[in-house]
């Protein structure tokens, strides 16, 4: 009510006794640049060995705005939610990490074959991180060791695929 209330033609949205921010709207809403401003002159005031300018700590301000908006926004979702969303990153780690352990094996085995060397570590180089399958095959009957099926794409070099 009190955001909604104000009026910028008529001074700061707060002062340094009254300060808030609003952490439901825009970051950089009317509310919170006023307040941003009213933040930075409070901050130079205090801290006048700094040598910032009132710009700088205005943004600097926002910027911590932001992060504090997407802490409320997580503390304010269900737990379910951020359950899921914690499993979701593992999930994507994981699949970072396979995709790494990958490529650094191949470029490896690249490396270790003289009659191929000269040719697969530029490829494997060439393909980087992103050209490397984050999927894991199935581990039974296989002593638990991965096995991967390469799949033959249309859009994949012939040269490559027999090379995989």
């Known amino acids: 009510e009190k955001i909604a209330a104000w009026d910028p ?11 808030s921010v609003d952490l439901q709207g825009y970051t950089r809403s009317e509310w919170n640049r006023s307040a941003a401003q009213v933040f930075a002159v409070e901050y130079l005031r205090r801290y006048k060995g700094d040598n910032y300018t009132l710009e700088f700590v205005a943004e600097a301000w926002l910027t911590r705005v932001a992060g504090m908006k997407a802490q409320f926004k997580n503390l304010q979702q269900d737990k379910a939610i951020r359950k899921d969303r914690k499993a979701l990153h593992r999930r994507r780690q994981r ?39 984050s999927d894991e095959s199935d581990h039974e009957g296989h002593d638990g060791e991965a096995t991967y099926h390469i799949l033959d794409k249309d859009w994949r070099s012939q040269h490559i695929t027999a090379w995989l």
């Open 9 to 19: 033609r008529h001074g700061p949205c707060c002062t340094v006794d009254d300060f």
């Open 95 to 133: 699949k970072q990490e396979v995709r790494l352990s990958l490529y650094a094996c191949r470029l490896d085995t690249a490396y270790q074959y003289a009659e191929i060397k000269d040719q697969a570590v530029p490829v494997v180089q060439s393909l980087g991180l992103d050209g490397m399958s």
